[in-house]
């Protein structure tokens, strides 16, 4: 028989390698499932692995396409970019954003004079998908959703092996990917956890995204340290004024103890899974946090905000009287006329903050019930009440 046990990885490796695409003999136990799945899904699309790669970029029209629909995904990763060059600073490593499919859509600078590939690889509008360039980390997390690291000869083409790179998935508010963040280095291995590395910024990534399209949702951001808050592993949760769960970040999920990939139960709202209304969670303190007794018994801190399409985010304070002298607001950007009241709002037209708590308090039920007729949707609801979005929000604030 002969032996695998060589002194170094990459040695098992090549051996594998040549075994599995000469004889035919399976790599177990020296890549990782991923990396042979990969290799094994290259083989029938007869993709010859001593070919050379050339990194081909799609389309002018199909990258700028790629860029300008995931506008936001951008958005969060030029926020974070800088400082994750910075981190990244001497390692010899560098980084780049892909989308679903697989298309570069952010990268930063190269590292090193020397390099030959990552000058190529790394640019706008590349295609890291499996097709194109066979097993990758970007290319396998695009095509199963998890993070993966392929490192040297764990490449499908011999013409990559110098390469190292390690990537994550970042997901939307939806639940379906959204892009892929990368970091890799040429000709040199990692001397640190790179699957680490990786999975933090992304996460990053993710929870800005999430935020961002967050349109009327309130945000709630808890951890059972205050430090965590500000975070990538901030557990982060999106409700719509209806008091249902919209979608919930992967370390929320974790904290709860229920699966990341599990949509929850329906209905699912926040008071089953917080135990905490709507109205309650809106009442936290837009500043510092409030502590909530999780249903598994952990005790937590917590903070909301809420994002209003216009993309104004506010941080929700503890209850006030409600200080609006009319049902009906006029503003710049919704003008609505008195006349445009319907006949049964009538007698909330002109609340006065000296009438008694109960006539206040309808103002807030026919609001919630009008949310929950709307399915949460605070446009909708303000459209059916003939009154803008900022009443609604601040109606409830002051719930």
């Given amino acids: 028989m002969r032996s695998i046990f060589f002194s170094t990885r990459a040695d098992r490796i090549a051996l594998a390698r040549q075994r599995y695409f ?41 990258a700028h396409l790629a860029v300008q629909k995931n506008r936001l995904l951008r958005d969060a990763w030029l ?34 004079e020397n390099e030959k590939i990552t000058p190529v690889a790394h640019r706008i509008g590349v295609n890291f998908s499996e097709e194109a360039i066979g097993t990758s980390a970007p290319g396998i997390v695009a095509r199963t959703g998890q993070q993966a690291c392929v490192q040297g000869a764990e490449h499908y083409f011999e ?9 994550a998935p970042i ?46 949702h309130l945000i709630v951001r808890f951890q059972i340290s205050l430090a965590m808050l500000d975070t990538p ?33 329906k209905p699912c709202t926040v008071d089953e899974v917080l135990q905490r209304s709507f109205s309650e969670l809106a009442s936290t303190p837009g500043t510092g946090s409030s502590l909530l007794r999780l249903p598994n018994g952990l005790l937590v801190h917590v903070r909301c905000e809420l994002q209003a399409r216009d993309g104004h985010r506010q941080l929700f304070a503890m209850r006030q009287p409600v200080q609006e002298a009319s049902w009906v607001e006029k503003t710049r950007d919704d003008p ?47 459209r059916k009440l003939r009154v803008s979005r900022g009443l609604i929000y601040r109606r409830i604030q002051g719930a």
């Fill in 336 to 382: 609505l006329p008195t006349a445009s009241v319907p006949e049964h709002n009538t007698a909330l037209a002109a609340v006065d903050p000296s009438e008694p708590a109960s006539l206040r308090d309808a103002d807030v039920d026919l609001i919630a019930r009008t949310l929950k007729e709307c399915g949460g949707n605070v446009s909708a609801a303000a």
């Fill in 79 to 112: 926020a974070e970019a800088s400082e994750l060059d910075a981190v990244l600073g001497a390692t010899n490593c560098g980084a780049m954003l892909t989308d679903p499919s697989g298309v570069v859509i952010g990268t930063t600078c190269s590292r090193r």
């Fill in 171 to 216: 997901r939307d508010i939806y639940g379906n990917l959204a892009g892929v963040l990368d970091m890799s280095s040429e000709g040199i291995a990692f001397n640190f956890d790179a699957a680490t590395v990786v999975g933090i910024y992304a996460s990053s990534i993710e929870n800005r995204l999430l935020v961002s399209q967050s349109d009327e």
């Fill in 22 to 62: 000469e004889d035919g003999e399976l790599p177990s136990g020296v890549v990782s499932e991923a990396v042979f799945q990969s290799w094994a899904r290259c083989l029938r699309q007869k993709q010859d692995p001593r070919g050379r790669v050339e990194f081909q970029a799609v389309s002018a029209s199909r």
């Fill in 159 to 167: 013409s990559v092996n110098l390469m190292h790179c390690a990537a």
């Fill in 233 to 265: 592993m901030a557990c982060l949760m999106g409700v719509n004024m209806a008091g249902q769960i919209v979608w919930r970040n992967a370390a929320a999920s974790r904290l709860l103890g229920v699966s990341p990939e599990g949509e929850c139960p």
